[in-house]
């Protein structure tokens, strides 16, 4: 089997800054990416930032400049500094990864989602 496990949401003022960490355990093989989605009430689940296993990162436009992903990999596990937080970043956020895992079988896994609410 294989785990992600999410930790560091919360409530914090418009401006402020939150960590995100999650961590991946298990049977796993290989690591392709691990990235970060977000889906706010009555929208769809975006993006928000991916980090390859080469070191190529992808951020959604609206938080480039403000959101760094990063990866331990040693601990298997993947961080997202969110700086300079607004309303609008109100959503649940979920880690994905994409790996190889049970079985030598190549797909997606998501954590359980962790609540970033700001609001002042």
């Known amino acids: 089997q294989v785990q992600l496990v999410e930790s560091g949401g919360g409530l914090v003022q418009p401006g402020g800054s939150l960590r995100l960490s999650c961590a991946a355990s298990?049977?796993?093989?290989?690591?392709?990416?691990m990235g970060w989605y977000r889906q706010a009430p009555g929208k769809q689940r975006e993006l928000v930032a991916l980090l390859s296993s080469n070191g190529n990162t992808n951020y959604e436009d609206s938080v480039k400049g403000r959101f760094t992903i990063s990866r331990d990999n040693v601990k298997s596990t993947v961080y997202m500094q969110m700086n300079s937080l607004k309303p609008e970043d109100t959503a649940v956020y979920y880690c994905?990864?994409?790996?190889?895992?049970?079985?030598?079988?190549?797909?997606?896994?998501w954590g359980q989602g962790t609540q970033v609410t700001v609001s002042s």
């Open positions: 298990g049977s796993i093989f290989t690591i392709y990416s």
């Open positions: 994905n990864a994409d790996l190889v895992g049970p079985g030598k079988i190549r797909r997606d896994y």
